[in-house]
């Protein structure tokens, strides 16, 4: 019997293959070359890949080109696309600006697809897990009535085993860092999940997540949430976990994302045998695409100008939880946690502001998705360089001895 999932699937399929029109597909990362593969076996002709990122329009992808976001009405009069990207609601719009109106989330064509089956560019459990996480963001796009994220940043740390001068999550600006309690990382944790139906993505980051020596009970917090799908773990391969943290590492539920920073990374290779001997799931990548991001500075913008900022921010949908309260970005969640910035009430959601029964839940959900999705700036982006997709890059992870003064005047105003 065929499902009504796969009669769907069918009809998309053919009605792709009977508009006769190029068809591209919009993200040129793991995911797309997933439905790269998806296409050929269906019979769908792939006319080339199309992305916000400049450095991936420099190479080609299965001998198609990858055209830059911005030149694609120069090219394609009409095109459909094929959205790859997980933040879709974002390609969406951007797609109806350039005059593009035919478009198809992925979800279908990639419900099933068995990754294993196919080479990609990466290991297979995060191929996994990216295909995972766009399925449930398209899935959640096309379902407004249920809260389903991406991912959500939780923030452990302040302490780094390094000090990176532009460290885009603000580390360097920390002249007393802490670790944050196992109590208010329970209590953020239960608060946010209360009011979600799923999240992809749970990323533990810092600092240097494992600075905090109680971050395997906040990985196990985490690890019996069954709203939590995955657990990824940045970490800059300087730290080796101890062996009561191992055990934990040891969820199918678990990723550690090593960024590579090279002979910095000075416990790297250990880790990484470690991982291995235990059968836990890890993904090193070598640090790149840094930009002039980290600079703490009021700027003066109008509100267009900030709109524009926030538009394109490549850190606009990296959900940070902070404090008990849920930001936008990394970089706003710690410019308040350094007093860096007056406290803007208007750019964050504080999960705890008011006693919650079930209508409140109702109605806490519609305020987080209407701050995540619809927002178009935040006040904190005029102290912001932004990180936008065309920003020339910058090196990587250049040290800084001690920790760089920032302007601590606007604590006055708080
Ligand atoms: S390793 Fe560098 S970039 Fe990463 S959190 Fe630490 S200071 Fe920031
Ligand atoms: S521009 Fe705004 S959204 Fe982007 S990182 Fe800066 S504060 Fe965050």
Excluded at 54 to 67: A, C, D, G, Q, Y
Aim: proline share 3%; charged share 25%.
């Amino acid at each position: 019997m065929i499902s009504i999932e796969n009669s769907l699937k069918q009809e998309t399929i053919e009605k792709i293959k009977r508009e006769g029109i190029p068809v591209i597909i919009f993200g040129a990362g793991i995911v797309g070359e997933a439905l790269f593969h998806i296409c050929c076996n269906v019979g769908i002709k792939v006319e080339g890949f199309c992305d916000n990122n400049i450095n991936k329009t420099k190479s080609s992808m299965f001998n198609l080109e990858v055209i830059h976001t911005l030149h694609l009405k120069r090219k394609y009069k009409d095109a459909i696309f094929l959205i790859s990207a997980a933040d879709i609601i974002d390609v969406v719009d951007q797609l109806h600006v350039l005059g593009y109106s035919k478009w198809y989330a992925v979800n279908l064509l990639l419900k099933d697809f068995d990754v294993s089956q196919y080479p990609f560019s990466a290991p297979t459990g995060f191929v996994e897990f990216a295909v995972g996480t766009c399925l449930l963001c398209h899935d959640g796009y096309l379902n407004p009535d249920k809260l389903f994220l991406r991912s959500v940043d939780i923030i452990i740390t302040e302490r780094c085993s390094l000090k990176c001068k532009d460290c885009s999550n603000l580390m360097q600006y920390y002249q007393k860092p802490i670790n944050c309690t196992y109590q208010e990382l329970m209590q953020a944790i239960d608060g946010f999940c209360a009011l979600i139906d799923e999240v992809n993505e749970f990323r533990v980051i810092g600092g240097e997540p494992f600075m905090n020596k109680e971050i395997h009970l906040i990985i196990k917090r985490l690890i019996d949430e069954p709203k939590v799908r995955k657990i990824v773990i940045y970490t800059n391969g300087t730290i080796v976990p101890k062996e009561v943290q191992i055990e934990y590492l040891k969820s199918s539920k678990v990723l550690i994302f090593i960024t590579d920073y090279g002979v910095l990374s000075r416990k790297l290779n250990l880790l990484t045998q470690i991982l291995q001997q235990n059968y836990i799931s890890f993904y090193a990548r070598k640090a790149q695409g840094w930009t002039d991001c980290a600079k703490i500075m009021r700027h003066d913008r109008n509100i267009e100008q900030q709109k524009k900022i926030f538009e394109n921010c490549c850190a606009k949908n990296t959900f940070t939880l902070s404090k008990g309260k849920l930001y936008i970005c990394p970089f706003s969640a710690n410019a308040d946690r350094l007093q860096a910035v007056p406290g803007f009430e208007n750019d964050y959601i504080d999960l705890f502001q008011s006693p919650r029964g079930a209508m409140d839940i109702y109605e806490m959900k519609k305020k987080i998705r209407t701050f995540l999705l619809e927002k178009d700036f935040l006040e904190t982006c005029d102290y912001c360089n932004g990180r936008s997709f065309y920003a020339p890059e910058i090196t990587p992870a250049i040290q800084t001895e001690n920790p760089l003064e920032y302007e601590q005047c606007y604590l006055n105003s708080r």
